[in-house]
């Protein structure tokens, strides 16, 4: 590729990764799910195709000696969703399943979390970065050869990494100062789509 037809920008992501979220907008948004506003948020995510570790992780937690509360992210994930909203009553701490949830209400979760539990997929992982929310990744069902390069962006921006082989032990994994990756965006993704447009000439007739 000729070095004039590349740039090096930033990531491009939904709209609310770009903006500021108001005070307003997140407390009707943790009003509406019952998410208290006082307590940690620890935050399990789910990739594009519902694949999770939720279960073992919920069980997991049961060691861990701490006042939080659980939000599992269940995407499309129907069977998950409905497992876990079965049993967490049976939990001490406060279980909050979701579906799918929009870009605004991801932001906010990612904003407030103490962490992310997920796997080093390009999409979660570049918008917890962005909004600098500390991520223990799930390597438990190994790793994908386009998560490595995942994995090693943050390796190359972090002093260190936690990696979990084993979500039944992830009370073991839990510090009160998780490692995290943060990086500036723009306030618009303007300046990436120009660049677009330039390089690729869409705007000659």
Same mark, same amino acid.
């Given at each position: ?84 909203? &079965? @049993? ?5 701490? /406060? !279980? =909050?399943?979701? +579906? ?81 990756? &943060? @990086? ?5 993704? /303007? !300046? =990436?789509?120009? +660049? ?10």
């Amino acid at each position: 590729m000729p070095a004039q037809k590349t740039q090096v920008v930033g990531p491009l992501l939904r709209k609310a990764f770009y903006g500021e979220i108001s005070e307003q907008q997140k407390r009707s948004f943790l009003t509406k799910h019952d998410i208290s506003p006082n307590l940690p948020i620890f935050l399990l995510g789910t990739g594009a195709n519902g694949v999770n570790r939720h279960l073992n992780v919920l069980h997991s937690l049961k060691k861990f000696n701490a006042d939080y509360q659980v939000i599992a992210l269940c995407g499309k994930n129907d069977n998950i969703y409905h497992e876990i909203l &079965k @049993i967490k009553d049976l939990f001490k701490f /406060k !279980i =909050i399943p979701l +579906r799918i949830i929009d870009d605004e209400e991801m932001a906010l979760l990612l904003q407030n979390a103490s962490f992310l539990f997920a796997r080093p997929g390009a999409g979660m992982t570049t918008e917890a970065i962005v909004c600098g929310t500390p991520i223990i990744f799930d390597i438990s069902r190994g790793v994908m050869p386009q998560e490595i390069n995942n994995l090693n962006f943050w390796r190359n921006r972090s002093d260190s990494i936690v990696l979990c082989r084993n979500p039944k032990i992830i009370d073991q994994l839990i510090e009160p100062r998780l490692p995290k990756v &943060k @990086i500036g965006m723009d306030s618009s993704p /303007k !300046i =990436i789509i120009d +660049r677009l447009v330039e390089i690729c000439g869409c705007n000659k007739r």
